[in-house]
């Protein structure tokens, strides 16, 4: 039972860093599950406080992801439009074949979206630079509290010290 708790945590941490960039995983909220479910493996101390500090973050990162890219978009002058462009580009880019379509998609995506709304290509432009700067901001925080929270995981992991790894 132990290692299978490890390996679900462990399977966590992974969806967790992989759910920074993924629009439909919360990254550090997936994470903070894995280190719970490490938890409840024998011999791993993880304080309450630590645990209630450690989640109270992953939701504070879950609110502001939403918050944001509004910022960006707001800020440069974007729409509503700009915002939903910005997540399907992502996640076009996501399974697009051209390099960097990560990172390329949400930026089209967010010019398409603004031009939709507006047709003047230059007001147009500048929020999709916000909307794709806000994007790039939320994403780099949630991979930043995913890895932090997989460093705990390996830490608590390398503490504990038995037989089975």
Known sequence: MEIFLVLLALLLMILGILGSFLPVLPGPLTSWVGLLVLHFTDGIELSTTFLIVTLVFAVFIYILDYIIPAIGTKRFGGSKAGMIGTTLGLIIGLFSPIPFGIIIGPFIGALIGEMIHRNDFNKALKAAFGSF?????????????????????????????????
């Open 133 to 165: 700067l806000g994007f790039i901001a939320s994403t780099f925080l949630k991979f930043i509290v995913a890895v932090i929270y997989l460093g705990f995981f390996i830490v608590k992991l390398s503490e504990h010290n038995t037989s089975w790894y």
